[in-house]
């Protein structure tokens, strides 16, 4: 990354003093010369910034602006005292005379890596850092863009929303209750979470045990059954659907199930919930992921918030996370990529997208990626999924209870102090479960309905926060879903690269897909792909 470079000059590279109030004066100093067009200003000078872009990002403010004439810039600057960090001269399609500069108050040097001319490959010529620019700060972006710039390179992110973690957020329930955090998003740490252990080893963050188990529930609601007989009845049917024909539905295979029919209703609502598309067009295969385990295993969530991992990483990376930076357009070439946004483009030499699938499909990619991707994507399952949190006004025990014929699920666990938080939380699946929660008029009715399922708690109904993804303009949905359309080969295809055009996100991670460990997966994969690639 750039901000970590030491900020004195290179050895052997002539330094330009400080005040400089004269971009020209500057760049000519370093051996350059202006072209008609500049195509990239970035600097870390909050009044710079401002001044530029009309923006403010909190610790080191960066911009990138396109098309700016010279002088345009020149009557930005004057009284502005600046250093000229790094001025390379990059050649870019359509813009024969373009030039890049950046702009730094650090320090002063030419750029040994930003300066060559890229192979092919995906490297400079020079042999010295690549720039990875990665849309969207969710676990999958945050990771692939800190296992890059850990090897050396520069990253820039570009994160819609104005926080990290996308589908990771953690919000105290009660404003000012640490003991209140709840996951409005992604939450349970199952067996298996290697990289996720990993991570949170590297950031000095540790998990804590529930001490309810998301694997096992008692089913209320629907005709009388047992969670016992429910996992046998998993059990059977997840036999089945493992020698079940590609694209046969979860419904198809568990109505050979020969038992108990309110212990197979139970299960199938659990599963629908879960993966938050209904049985017909659930593949059969998806009852075979880490999420489908009935017998009682411990579960976890990291103390304090599983957020923290966004939050941690991107402290990490520091100041190349731009908060409200939403992508617009993908360009990219065997020269480079140039990824859009409303304040201008950021180029650089890969892009790793690391955005919903949901907002995926919509992003224009210029070129357009091939047809077989494109199907690949529409073929893909996205699926409904709410959650709903109330604070209890008295205390009670870890619990987890599933509502078989309410298509959503209640528990109550401890935190990291080891008391059982004062809340109970709730997920809801489904489009159709969610209409019937009737999510889209807000919290009511879902909350009298968890209230009739849980007559032991008590229950604040007024403080109760609903929150739901699939209306959401960065997410779209809660996460991908293998249903019945997925052909064989998409997964491969959806995690594929493409030229300089590298892809993570749950949706990219097969086995892992929909859940934070197939984020981070993919991320640390999409990294090793971009790292490969430098190296060539
Ligand atoms: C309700 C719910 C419950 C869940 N429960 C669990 C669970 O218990 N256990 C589990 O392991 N997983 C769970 N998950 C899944 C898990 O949260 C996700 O799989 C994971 O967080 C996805 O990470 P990601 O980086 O792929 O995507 P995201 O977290 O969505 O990150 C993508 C980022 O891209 C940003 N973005 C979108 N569009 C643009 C754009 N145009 N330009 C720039 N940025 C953009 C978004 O704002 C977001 O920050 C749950 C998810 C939900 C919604």
Not at 96 to 116: L, M, N, Q
Not at 135 to 162: I, S, T
Not at 326 to 333: F, L
């Amino acid at each position: 990354m750039v901000e970590q470079r030491p900020a004195e000059p290179a050895a052997g590279v002539p330094e330009v003093d400080g005040d400089l109030i004269d971009l020209q004066a500057a760049v000519e100093h370093l051996g350059h010369e202006v072209g008609d067009r500049l195509i990239g200003v970035v600097g870390y000078h909050p009044q710079l910034a401002r001044l530029l872009a009309g923006r403010h990002d909190r610790q080191r403010p960066r911009v990138v602006l396109r098309d700016l004439g010279h002088a345009d810039v020149r009557e930005h600057l004057p009284g502005r005292p600046l250093d000229l960090l790094q001025a390379g001269k990059f050649g870019r399609p359509g813009h024969p005379d373009a030039h890049e500069f950046i702009i730094s108050r650090t320090g002063c040097r030419p750029s040994a890596g930003r300066g060559g001319k890229m192979t092919p490959g995906g490297r400079r010529e020079s042999g010295a850092d690549v720039r990875v620019v990665v849309a969207g700060a969710g676990f999958a972006g945050l990771l692939a863009a800190y296992r890059v710039a850990q090897a050396g390179h520069e990253v820039v992110v570009l994160e819609a929303r104005d926080r990290v973690g996308g589908r990771v957020w953690s919000q105290e329930l009660v404003p000012g209750d640490p003991r209140s955090v709840v996951e409005r998003g992604g939450e349970f740490v199952l067996d298996g979470y290697d990289v996720m252990r990993a991570v949170l080893a590297e950031l000095g963050l540790e998990l804590a045990d529930t001490t309810m188990s998301y694997d096992e529930r008692e089913p209320r609601g629907g005709a009388v059954t047992t969670a016992r007989d429910v996992a046998r009845c998993a059990a059977a049917v997840a036999g089945a659907a493992a020698s079940a024909p590609p694209g046969a539905s979860l419904a198809e295979v568990a109505a050979r199930w020969p038992g108990s029919a309110a212990a197979l209703a139970a299960f199938v609502s659990r599963v629908v919930v879960t993966h938050g598309v209904d049985a017909e067009v659930l593949a059969a295969a998806a009852v075979t992921d880490v999420t489908g385990g009935f017998a009682r295993r411990p579960s976890w969530r990291v103390a304090g918030g599983n957020q923290r991992v966004a939050t941690g990483l991107a402290g990490r990376l520091g100041s190349p996370v731009r908060l409200r930076s939403p992508v617009r357009a993908i360009e990219h070439d065997h020269e480079g990529v140039r990824v859009r946004t409303v304040g201008g483009a950021v180029t650089g030499d890969a892009v790793i997208v690391a955005v919903p699938m949901a907002v995926l499909r919509a992003l224009p990619f210029s070129p357009p990626l091939p047809e077989a991707r494109r199907e690949a994507w529409r073929r893909a399952g996205l699926a409904h999924n709410a959650k709903l949190h109330l604070p209890l006004t008295r205390p009670a025990a870890a619990s987890a209870v599933q509502s078989v014929p309410g298509r959503f699920w209640t528990w109550t666990a401890t935190d990291a102090s080891g008391q059982v938080q004062p809340v109970v939380h709730a997920f809801g699946g489904t489009e159709p479960g969610l209409a019937a929660l009737g999510v889209a008029e807000g919290p009511a009715r879902w909350a009298s309905r968890l209230a009739a399922l849980r007559p032991e708690l008590s229950l604040d109904p007024d403080r109760a926060l609903l929150t739901t993804w699939n209306d959401d303009p960065w997410a779209g949905e809660s996460y991908s879903a293998h249903t019945v359309d997925v052909a064989d080969g998409d997964d491969e295809l959806i995690a594929a690269p493409e030229g300089r055009v590298h892809f993570a996100g749950e949706h990219t991670a097969g086995a892992w897909a929909g859940l934070m460990e197939g984020a981070l997966r993919s991320g640390a994969r999409a990294a090793d792909e971009v790292l490969a690639a430098a190296r060539r």
